[in-house]
């Protein structure tokens, strides 16, 4: 029985943050002078907020002072660069337990989101048999031969995996169903430590059910806090963060996507483009990180990311990706709004490469450790999907 036919090996990512290392990969320099301060950091166990607050606070500035190209996870280690506009600052004051400065140095712009070409990982997978690594070894290859399906993964839809239903209401402006969803009792389920905290907020009990979440889920807080000062629920989502806003719109338009790219797989064209298709080319990734002999080079097909701007497609691909839409329960007009977002395109096939499998053993057991690079956007999470059975659902 070839690979192919058999079912895919269990094993467990992230048992530690040490077995899940990221680094970005740029043409980024600092310039050595100007008025912001670019820091290479090395952070694992954290979160990409509590960091960014974390940096600010010890530069003496606010939040929004702060540049980065991408958002890394929490319960890895990462490495990347970040800049501050501050004045002289001991770039010292910022190392802290989960956060370490590698390099510093003077910059004279801030680092724009999407500044970045991939993301390089190193993925040691626990709970398998160290001497399914050749079997490993050929799966990973052949993604790099074949092109990795570019799915949106569990990250993007978040806690609960709701993120996408809390936008799905926030464009259809539907701000009791919102509420229910992200603080009530509407699907999907939630932990039984949030029951009691759930059933106060339908019963209108904002105050008490505030008073219930940890601290540190201050959104979930302040809005309660502001139903409570009876506000209504447009005005209390109304005081969400614009970034944790476009978290949920972006989960929506993450749904439609991978509807789509779902379809085309099935089909058999995810890496094939058809007529009124929009292409995108990886040759620049490609080229940057040294890895032309990846075969995932020419033009590739493009899936939407529903917004005000997006560019359509044309055709039998277009009325496709229309259906799509309808499926979702939104239509063109829920991202009519200035807040909606603006839409784009996003490859359905990338490129993986320099990929690299090998068994070992350390003080925490056997493991199986593969590295590849891909371009950005590109979830390591589906890679690991190709490979494994993480009986994740």
């Given amino acids: 029985?070839?690979?192919?036919?058999?079912?895919?090996?269990?094993?467990?990512?992230?048992?530690?943050?040490?077995?899940?290392?990221?680094?970005?990969?740029?043409?980024?320099?600092?310039?050595?002078?100007?008025?912001?301060?670019?820091?290479?950091?090395?952070?694992?166990?954290?979160?990409?907020?509590?960091?960014?607050?974390?940096?600010?606070?010890?530069?003496?500035v606010g939040p929004g002072r702060v540049g980065w190209a991408g958002m890394k996870d929490r319960d890895a280690v990462t490495l990347q660069w970040i800049t501050v506009q501050c004045g002289e600052v001991d770039a010292t004051r910022i190392d802290s337990q989960g956060v370490g400065v590698v390099q510093a140095a003077r910059h004279d712009r801030k680092l724009k989101l999407g500044q970045l070409t991939g993301n390089r990982f190193i993925i040691r997978i626990r709970e398998l048999d160290p001497v399914l690594g050749p079997r490993i070894h050929r799966a990973l290859c052949a993604l790099a031969k074949d092109g990795l399906p570019n799915h949106f993964m569990e990250q993007r839809f978040g806690y609960r995996g709701a993120n996408a239903a809390i936008g799905s209401c926030a464009l259809r402006k539907k701000w009791d169903e919102l509420i229910d969803v992200w603080l009530g009792t509407a699907a999907p389920p939630w932990p039984s430590a949030e029951q009691e905290r759930r059933d106060l907020c339908v019963a209108g009990q904002y105050r008490d059910a505030a008073a219930r979440w940890p601290a540190s889920w201050a959104p979930e807080q302040?809005?309660?806090?502001?139903?409570?000062?009876g506000a209504t629920p447009e005005e209390a989502i109304s005081e969400v963060p614009m970034p944790i806003r476009r978290i949920w719109t972006?989960?929506?338009?993450?749904?439609?996507?991978?509807?789509?790219?779902?379809?085309?797989?099935?089909?058999?064209?995810?890496?094939?483009?058809?007529?009124?298709?929009?292409?995108w080319s990886h040759e620049r990734f490609l080229e940057c990180v040294d890895a032309s002999e990846s075969s995932v080079l020419g033009a590739v097909p493009t899936g939407p990311l529903w917004g005000r701007k997006l560019r359509p497609s044309t055709g039998a691909v277009l009325r496709a990706e229309r259906a799509s839409l309808a499926r979702s329960g939104l239509d063109?007009?829920?991202?009519?709004?200035?807040?909606?977002?603006?839409?784009?395109?996003?490859?359905?096939?990338?490129?993986?490469?320099?990929?690299?499998?090998?068994?070992?053993?350390?003080?925490?057991?056997?493991?199986?450790?593969?590295?590849?690079?891909?371009?950005?956007?590109?979830?390591?999470?589906?890679?690991?999907?190709?490979?494994?059975?993480?009986?994740?659902?």
């Avoid at 302040?222 to 000062?229: F, K, M, N």
């Avoid at 972006?250 to 058809?274: H, K, S, V, Y």
């Fill in 1 to 60: 029985m070839s690979d192919s036919e058999q079912p895919k090996p269990a094993g467990r990512i992230r048992m530690r943050p040490s077995d899940f290392l990221v680094e970005e990969v740029s043409a980024f320099e600092p310039s050595g002078q100007g008025p912001h301060l670019a820091i290479f950091i090395r952070k694992e166990g954290i979160d990409h907020r509590s960091m960014i607050r974390h940096i600010a606070s010890a530069c003496g």
């Fill in 222 to 229: 302040s809005t309660l806090e502001h139903l409570a000062r």
């Fill in 250 to 279: 972006d989960a929506a338009q993450a749904t439609i996507f991978n509807d789509i790219l779902n379809e085309r797989l099935a089909a058999g064209t995810a890496a094939t483009p058809m007529d009124g298709d929009i292409t």
């Fill in 332 to 393: 063109d007009r829920d991202f009519g709004g200035s807040g909606s977002p603006t839409g784009g395109r996003r490859p359905l096939v990338v490129p993986v490469v320099l990929p690299h499998c090998e068994s070992g053993f350390d003080d925490n057991g056997p493991y199986v450790e593969i590295s590849f690079t891909l371009p950005k956007g590109g979830y390591a999470t589906a890679v690991v999907d190709a490979l494994i059975d993480r009986g994740v659902h």
